[in-house]
């Protein structure tokens, strides 16, 4: 069983749902701003934290299967079918297989976590995800001994994904973490947002979060998890090794050749937003900063 | 096309600095206003960005299209061209104040990193372009002084869809139709001047 781990994001941190599901009406007014502005202070985090809306966290995102602009992901993803949905288990494990979503989770413990969420092209959300932990799922199909990584494969279907008859990347896309990463408690299979099942831009059914990560790591849509021995395909890295690494942990101290990542855009503060300091391992350094020791961190980015 | 010359005559090129000047101020609109999505920084940011890149590709079809289509648009370049210049200078500015922010970090951006440096010298570029759109100064550098500054117009567009495949993530067709418009386009006018040059 996987080492339970305990958010330090409540729902005290995040927009309750009354509010979420209101927001886009009230800021549908300019006369209403001010009611949005009141209203919004209620459901403002603590410290550094804003609350991303549901309409937010599912109106922009990187989803290239289905286009390269932000919004694309949102009028395109509908066409995915996702019942029924299967994932191929294979590779060093005990019990090989193809099971159905259902059957995967069948038995998890579906737990909310909200994280922070950071994107390698320099913004940021806090999603409240609902999921388990990969641990969970490792322990019960068995992992092998001598596999030391897991690799994730994404759905690749051209006719519901329209971006993917453009070789923006050599699909279907691939993600991996080794296998102490994986096994990590802050590491989980998420199956929803703010208790909705998992909306298809943001990858339905079920999707990889690893909030310590940028975001690209945490693949989504996945039809299949292999165990191996070796350091598994990840698509950005394969792309462009010399931008996107295998580990592609958030730290600021380290940039992407294009653009700094010293700190963030956090999505929701509007045209006049200041951007804020991203923190290290995206703030869960607590928690992760021992998997890496010993390691040069702007050697293995 | 003599009838479309005809009526293009009637319209006069005030009315497209107004245009632009209208439409660039709608899409700031829209952006404080959440008309531009969630994250309206960066969507402001590439739809000035985009716009400039549209208005140069138009500025420089301005001479290949009324040689080969016998379309005349050439009372209107001279509004392409600026308004191409204040959308790039908008894109700059949007960047500078409201995405990146801190002077140190533009600076650090403009240094170090090459697909911001291009896009700055190609902004460098167009700045003498749209100090000098005037009669004022075509009368005082001279018709012919005139038209080789404004050559410089050529690296600039360059410059700028280089910039634009540049930051592009993956393989992206998009940026790379605006850089085989603008190479086209502008092999076409260097092939022209050289011509001219011989004569």
């Known amino acids: ?301 | 096309m003599t009838r479309v010359n005809a009526g293009l005559r009637r319209v006069p090129a005030w009315t497209l600095y107004i245009a632009g000047a209208a439409w660039g101020g709608w899409l700031f609109w829209l952006g404080a206003t959440g008309g531009l999505g969630v994250e309206p920084i960066e969507a402001l940011e590439h739809r000035y960005g985009e716009l400039a890149l549209q208005l140069i590709v138009a500025g420089l079809a301005v001479t290949p299209l009324r040689q080969w289509a016998g379309l005349n648009m050439m009372p209107f370049r001279r509004a392409i061209g600026v308004l191409a210049f204040f959308h790039v200078l908008a894109h700059f500015l949007v960047w500078a104040v409201l995405d990146v922010q801190r002077l140190s970090a533009i600076w650090a951006d403009i240094l170090e990193r090459p697909y911001v440096t291009i896009g700055m010298a190609g902004f460098v570029l167009l700045i003498p372009l749209g100090l000098t759109s005037n009669n004022w100064s075509v009368r005082r550098l001279g018709t012919l002084r005139w038209r080789r500054l404004h050559r410089l117009v050529y690296p600039a567009a360059l410059l700028g869809a280089l910039h634009y495949v540049w930051l592009a993530k993956g393989f992206q067709i998009e940026p790379l139709l605006y850089l085989f418009a603008i190479v086209g386009l502008v092999a076409l006018r260097i092939r022209r001047a050289g011509g001219r040059v011989a004569r």
């Open chain 1, 1 to 301: 069983m996987a080492r339970r781990y305990t958010s330090d994001l409540t729902w005290d941190d995040v927009t309750p749902k009354e509010l979420y599901l209101n927001r886009r009406q009230i800021m549908a007014g300019a006369g209403a701003m001010l009611g949005a502005g009141l209203i919004g202070g209620g459901a403002r985090a603590q410290g550094d934290l804003e609350p991303n809306t549901f309409e937010e966290i599912t109106t922009y995102n990187n989803f290239y299967e289905f286009g390269t602009g932000k919004d694309d992901p949102a009028r395109n993803a509908h066409m995915m079918t996702t019942q029924p949905w299967s994932i191929v288990v294979d590779g060093m494990v005990d019990n090989p297989g193809t099971y159905s979503f259902e059957e995967i989770v069948a038995g998890m413990t579906i737990e909310e976590r909200i994280y922070r969420f950071r994107c390698v092209e320099a913004w940021s959300m806090v999603i409240p995800w609902n999921g388990f932990e990969l641990a969970d799922l490792l322990a019960r199909v068995g992992v092998q001994e001598g596999a030391r990584y897991v690799a994730f494969e994404t759905l690749v279907r051209p006719e519901e994904m329209p971006g993917v008859r453009v070789p923006v990347l050599d699909w279907p896309y691939r993600e991996g973490l080794r296998l102490d990463e994986a096994m990590h408690p802050l590491t989980i299979m998420a199956t929803g947002i703010y208790g909705e099942p998992m909306p298809n831009q943001n990858g339905a059914p079920i999707r990889l979060v690893v909030p310590w990560k940028y975001g690209f790591k945490s693949i989504k849509s996945i039809v299949r998890i292999t165990l191996t021995d070796e350091e598994p395909y990840a698509s950005w890295n394969a792309a462009q090794p010399r931008e996107y690494g295998f580990y592609s942990n958030v730290n600021p101290n380290v940039n992407h050749p294009r653009w700094s990542q010293a700190s963030e855009r956090r999505i929701g503060g509007g045209l006049f937003a200041r951007r804020i300091d991203t923190l290290m391992f995206n703030g869960y350094e607590d928690e992760v900063a021992s998997l890496y020791e010993g390691m040069d961190l702007a050697e293995f980015f």
